[in-house]
């Protein structure tokens, strides 16, 4: 058996983790749900992910791994070319300070289900959904950009000349706010960041509107 990617093609968690895939070379067998037709909660998938969340990444041995982070440090340990995170402690903690912008900052405020809980329970339209879509990521880019910008160890991407967990983050956010027609021009270092990941094989393939499932 083949590693099993349960995913869907414009969840930008789902993005981050087929990025790192393609950037380990591994393969995978592309499993696609629509999480608002409910497919992540029946029971089968309940069964395999009690938080009825994606991705989750079937192994080989038939374990399932869930959190797109852990996944990725997981793929980062077990597969260690082309590192994801730098060597010293130093680097490692900054591109995880700058991954956790958009991870715990930014997706927790604007996933689907949150989106939808706004609707449901306080009436947001498309309109205000967008209005607190584009807030939360205005707040954490602004910082993001300053951030990158001023610092000397900011390179061709958020750490350096190699892509690493920041950009598999990065990346997947700048994808997933086209969804409100948030451009990344109002912030140049992401933009360029952005341009140099989208230019890669491994990222570019991972792009939403590349997947089977797209529509």
């Keep these: 058996m083949t590693l099993r990617l349960h995913n869907f093609f414009r969840s930008s968690t789902s993005v981050r983790l087929r990025s790192a895939l393609n950037l380990k070379g591994l393969e995978y067998d592309y499993v696609a749900y629509v999480l608002r037709d409910g497919e992540t ?29 852990a996944i990725i440090e997981w793929l980062d340990e077990t597969h260690p070319a082309p590192p994801l995170l730098p060597r010293d402690a ?26 939808g809980h706004l609707a ?20 954490t880019f602004d910082a993001l950009e300053t951030t990158l910008a001023r610092d000397a160890a900011t390179g061709r991407f958020c750490h350096g000349d190699t892509p690493g967990l920041a950009d598999l983050c990065l990346y997947a956010q700048v994808w997933n706010n086209r969804r409100f027609d948030i451009s990344p021009d109002p912030w140049p270092t992401i933009a360029r960041i952005f341009k140099a990941l989208d230019d890669i094989p491994a990222f570019a393939d991972a792009a939403p509107p590349r997947q089977p499932d797209a529509a």
């Design 41 to 69: 909660r029946t029971p089968e998938y309940l069964a395999m992910n009690p938080a009825g969340l994606v991705p989750s990444l079937e192994r080989e041995d038939g374990q399932v791994m869930t959190q797109s982070l």
């Design 90 to 115: 130093d680097g490692r903690a900054r591109v995880r300070a700058l991954a956790y912008m958009v991870a715990c900052e930014i997706h927790p405020l604007n996933n689907l289900r949150v989106l």
């Design 120 to 139: 449901k329970t306080f009436g947001a339209d498309e309109a205000a959904q967008k209005a607190w879509f584009t807030h939360w990521v205005t707040a």
